[in-house]
C-alpha cells in the first residue's frame, strides 16, 4: 500500500512538472480575409430597406421645464409609467444610490399588495435613471411608488449595511469575472480625470456609507435633476389636465427638487472643460492587466473621438448638428467593423480563423465623450494573432474603400436596426431619454436613415481613414508571463505596460 502511494504521488509530481513545462503553441499571424457578398442562385429580389420616421411621441412640456412623452403602445395591454430624473452634467455615485434603490425596491415588492410593484425596473446612465412601472389598469398608487424612491424618509427602512455588502460584492465579482477591464478601459481611453471616471466606484463612500450620506447623495442627485414621464396612452383614456397620473408623477418629482434646492441653496454648477485626451495612443502603448492562470485574453481596441460642447446659445444648434452627425459616423464605423456574420472582424477572426466565439463594435455616444470600442476574448495561445488581426482591418478600412456589395450590406444593416427600434417601445424610450441628456432632435433617426441612403464608398473609406488612421489605444487581460514573448513577436513595436483597476 505504501509504496502504491508513493508511486502515485511521483506520478503527479511528474504529472503537474510536465503540465508546467508545457510549451503554448502560439497561433502564427496571417493577412486579413475580407467577407464575401456573392449573390444566390434563385434568390428572391428583394427590395431596399427604407426608414421612414413615424411620430409615435407626443411631447407635451410644462413652464417649470418638465416634460411628459405619450407613446402610442396598442400592443403590450399594459399601462407604463416612467419617471426620468436627468442632468447635462453626470450624477455622482449613482452606483450606491442604486444599490439603495435596489433594496428598496425588495422591500416595497414583499410589503405591497399592488401585484405589478414587481414590475418595478431601473434603467440608470450617469445622465439619467428612469424607474419605470407596468400594471394593467394603472392606479393612482403606482405614481406614488415611483415618487416614494426620492423622498426624503425612503431609505430609513432599508439595511444600510446590506448596501454596503452588495457594493463590496459587486466589486469583487468585477474582478473575479473579468469586468475590471472595463474599468481600466475608462479610464485609459478617456484620462483618470475625466469627470466620469470620477462619478463611480468611490470605495471610501461604499465602505463607509452611513443613511446620512446615502441621503446626501440622493439629495445632490435631486438637486441637479430635470424631470420628464414616459407613459403610453391607454392612462389617458377618460383623463385630461392636472389629474392624469403622470402630471401628478411630475408635479410630486419638482416639488422634490425645488425643496431640496432650497435646502441646500443649490445652483447650477457650470460645466468644466475636461482634460484633452490624445485621440491616438502614439506611443503605441499597450496596456495589460495581469492575471495570472487565466485561461484566456480579454481585449479591448479602440478610440476616443471627438465631440464638441456649446460655448453659448447662438451656437448650441450647429454644436448639436454636428455632434450628431458625428454619432452617425461611430455607429457606421462600428457597425462596418464590429457587427455579427457579416461584420469584418467576426468573419475573419472567428468564422476563417477560430480564433474566438465572438468580436463586435460598439459606439459609445455619452453627453461629455464619445468612444468607439473593438471588444472579444480569445485564448492564451491566439492573443497575439488576435490583436495583429485587429489592427490588420483598421488599416485596411482606412486605406481601401469597401465594395459595393458590403456597402449594401452595412447599408442594410444600419437601415434594419433603425425600423426595428421604431417599432420596439423599449427603444423609443431609450432614445427618448437620449434626447434628453444629449439634445438630439427626435428626428435624429430620419437624418441618420437619410445620411445611409446617401452613403457612397469614398465617403465611408474617408470616415474611416479620419480614425483608423490613428493608433487605437490597446487593453487587454491575460496571464502576461505566459503571453509576453508572443506580444513582443507579434507587436514589436508595442510597449507593455502592466496596470490594474486599483491604480
Given at each position: 500500500m505504501?509504496?502504491?502511494?508513493?508511486?502515485?504521488?511521483?506520478y503527479?509530481?511528474?504529472?503537474?512538472?510536465g503540465?508546467?513545462?508545457t510549451?503554448?503553441?502560439?497561433t502564427?499571424?496571417?493577412?486579413a480575409?475580407?467577407?464575401?457578398?456573392?449573390?444566390?442562385?434563385?434568390?428572391?429580389?428583394?427590395?431596399?430597406?427604407?426608414?421612414?420616421l413615424?411620430h409615435?411621441?407626443?411631447?407635451?412640456?410644462?413652464?417649470?421645464?418638465?416634460?411628459?412623452?405619450?407613446?402610442?403602445?396598442p400592443?403590450?395591454?399594459?399601462?407604463?409609467?416612467?419617471?426620468?430624473?436627468y442632468?447635462?452634467?453626470?450624477?455622482?455615485?449613482v452606483?450606491?444610490?442604486?444599490?439603495?434603490?435596489?433594496?428598496k425596491?425588495?422591500?416595497?415588492?414583499?410589503?405591497?399588495?399592488?401585484?405589478?410593484?414587481?414590475s418595478?425596473?431601473?434603467?440608470?446612465?450617469?445622465?439619467?435613471?428612469?424607474?419605470?412601472?407596468?400594471?394593467?389598469?394603472?392606479?393612482?398608487e403606482a405614481?406614488?411608488?415611483?415618487s416614494?424612491?426620492?423622498?426624503a424618509?425612503?431609505f430609513?427602512?432599508?439595511?444600510?449595511?446590506?448596501?454596503?455588502?452588495q457594493?463590496?460584492?459587486?466589486?469583487?465579482?468585477?474582478?473575479?469575472?473579468?469586468?475590471?477591464?472595463?474599468?481600466?478601459?475608462?479610464?485609459t481611453?478617456?484620462?483618470?480625470?475625466?469627470?466620469?471616471?470620477?462619478?463611480?466606484n468611490?470605495?471610501?463612500l461604499?465602505?463607509?456609507?452611513?443613511?446620512?450620506?446615502?441621503?446626501?447623495?440622493?439629495?445632490?442627485?435631486?438637486?441637479?435633476?430635470?424631470?420628464?414621464?414616459?407613459?403610453?396612452q391607454?392612462?389617458?383614456?377618460?383623463?385630461?389636465?392636472?389629474?392624469?397620473?403622470?402630471?401628478?408623477?411630475?408635479?410630486?418629482?419638482a416639488?422634490?427638487?425645488?425643496a431640496?434646492?432650497?435646502?441646500?441653496?443649490?445652483?447650477?454648477?457650470?460645466?468644466?472643460?475636461?482634460?484633452?485626451i490624445?485621440l491616438?495612443?502614439?506611443?503605441?502603448?499597450?496596456y495589460v492587466?495581469?492575471?495570472?492562470?487565466?485561461?484566456?485574453?480579454?481585449?479591448?481596441?479602440?478610440?476616443?473621438?471627438?465631440?464638441?460642447?456649446?460655448?453659448?446659445?447662438t451656437?448650441?444648434?450647429?454644436v448639436?448638428?454636428?455632434?450628431?452627425?458625428?454619432?452617425?459616423?461611430?455607429?457606421?464605423?462600428a457597425?462596418?467593423?464590429g457587427?455579427?456574420?457579416?461584420?469584418?472582424?467576426?468573419?475573419?477572426?472567428?468564422?476563417?480563423?477560430?480564433?474566438?466565439?465572438?468580436?463586435y463594435?460598439?459606439?459609445?455616444?455619452?453627453?461629455?465623450?464619445?468612444?468607439?470600442?473593438?471588444?472579444?476574448?480569445?485564448?492564451?495561445?491566439?492573443t497575439?494573432?488576435?490583436?495583429?488581426?485587429?489592427?490588420?482591418?483598421?488599416?485596411?478600412?482606412?486605406?481601401?474603400?469597401?465594395?459595393?456589395?458590403?456597402?449594401?450590406?452595412?447599408?442594410?444593416?444600419?437601415?434594419?436596426?433603425?425600423l426595428?427600434r421604431?417599432?420596439?417601445p423599449m427603444?423609443?424610450?431609450?432614445?427618448?431619454?437620449?434626447?434628453?441628456?444629449?439634445?438630439?432632435?427626435p428626428?435624429?433617426p430620419?437624418?441618420?436613415?437619410?445620411?445611409?441612403?446617401?452613403?457612397n464608398?469614398?465617403?465611408?473609406?474617408?470616415i474611416a481613414?479620419?480614425?483608423?488612421?490613428?493608433?487605437?489605444?490597446?487593453v487587454?487581460?491575460?496571464?502576461?508571463?505566459?503571453?509576453?514573448?508572443?506580444?513582443?513577436?507579434?507587436?514589436?513595436?508595442?510597449?507593455?505596460?502592466?496596470?490594474?483597476a486599483?491604480?
Amino acid at each position: 500500500m505504501k509504496l502504491t502511494s508513493i508511486a502515485l504521488i511521483g506520478y503527479l509530481g511528474l504529472y503537474l512538472l510536465g503540465c508546467q513545462q508545457t510549451q503554448i503553441d502560439f497561433t502564427d499571424s496571417a493577412t486579413a480575409t475580407l467577407p464575401q457578398f456573392d449573390k444566390i442562385q434563385a434568390a428572391p429580389v428583394v427590395n431596399a430597406m427604407h426608414f421612414e420616421l413615424k411620430h409615435s411621441v407626443e411631447q407635451q412640456n410644462y413652464v417649470d421645464g418638465s416634460k411628459l412623452f405619450i407613446f402610442s403602445d396598442p400592443q403590450s395591454g399594459l399601462d407604463k409609467l416612467t419617471l426620468v430624473a436627468y442632468s447635462k452634467l453626470p450624477f455622482a455615485n449613482v452606483d450606491v444610490l442604486l444599490a439603495a434603490f435596489e433594496q428598496k425596491r425588495r422591500r416595497l415588492s414583499a410589503k405591497q399588495s399592488l401585484s405589478c410593484a414587481d414590475s418595478i425596473r431601473f434603467r440608470p446612465s450617469l445622465h439619467s435613471i428612469a424607474i419605470s412601472i407596468s400594471c394593467y389598469q394603472l392606479p393612482t398608487e403606482a405614481a406614488t411608488l415611483l415618487s416614494d424612491f426620492w423622498q426624503a424618509d425612503s431609505f430609513t427602512e432599508i439595511d444600510i449595511g446590506n448596501v454596503k455588502r452588495q457594493l463590496k460584492l459587486a466589486k469583487h465579482i468585477n474582478a473575479f469575472s473579468g469586468a475590471e477591464i472595463d474599468t481600466v478601459w475608462a479610464k485609459t481611453i478617456l484620462g483618470e480625470a475625466h469627470i466620469y471616471n470620477q462619478a463611480l466606484n468611490d470605495s471610501e463612500l461604499a465602505d463607509n456609507l452611513t443613511l446620512a450620506k446615502l441621503n446626501a447623495v440622493r439629495n445632490t442627485i435631486l438637486s441637479q435633476s430635470s424631470w420628464a414621464v414616459l407613459s403610453n396612452q391607454a392612462l389617458f383614456s377618460g383623463e385630461t389636465g392636472e389629474k392624469s397620473l403622470p402630471n401628478i408623477l411630475l408635479s410630486d418629482a419638482a416639488a422634490l427638487s425645488i425643496a431640496v434646492k432650497a435646502a441646500t441653496d443649490y445652483s447650477d454648477t457650470p460645466q468644466k472643460k475636461q482634460p484633452d485626451i490624445a485621440l491616438g495612443n502614439e506611443p503605441k502603448n499597450l496596456y495589460v492587466i495581469d492575471a495570472p492562470d487565466s485561461v484566456q485574453t480579454q481585449i479591448r481596441v479602440g478610440y476616443p473621438l471627438a465631440r464638441k460642447s456649446s460655448t453659448s446659445a447662438t451656437n448650441q444648434a450647429q454644436v448639436i448638428l454636428d455632434n450628431s452627425a458625428g454619432a452617425q459616423d461611430c455607429q457606421l464605423l462600428a457597425s462596418w467593423l464590429g457587427r455579427s456574420f457579416s461584420g469584418r472582424l467576426y468573419y475573419d477572426l472567428r468564422e476563417v480563423r477560430g480564433l474566438t466565439y465572438g468580436i463586435y463594435g460598439r459606439c459609445y455616444d455619452n453627453p461629455l465623450s464619445r468612444t468607439i470600442k473593438f471588444y472579444g476574448s480569445t485564448q492564451l495561445q491566439h492573443t497575439g494573432a488576435f490583436i495583429d488581426g485587429v489592427l490588420k482591418h483598421l488599416t485596411l478600412a482606412a486605406d481601401s474603400p469597401v465594395s459595393q456589395a458590403e456597402l449594401k450590406a452595412i447599408k442594410t444593416y444600419n437601415s434594419s436596426k433603425l425600423l426595428l427600434r421604431q417599432d420596439n417601445p423599449m427603444a423609443l424610450e431609450a432614445d427618448t431619454i437620449r434626447q434628453l441628456t444629449s439634445g438630439y432632435s427626435p428626428a435624429y433617426p430620419q437624418m441618420f436613415a437619410d445620411k445611409i441612403a446617401q452613403l457612397n464608398a469614398d465617403e465611408l473609406q474617408a470616415i474611416a481613414s479620419h480614425v483608423f488612421s490613428r493608433t487605437p489605444y490597446i487593453v487587454i487581460r491575460g496571464d502576461l508571463d505566459k503571453i509576453r514573448q508572443d506580444l513582443q513577436q507579434k507587436l514589436p513595436n508595442w510597449q507593455i505596460i502592466e496596470v490594474s483597476a486599483n491604480d
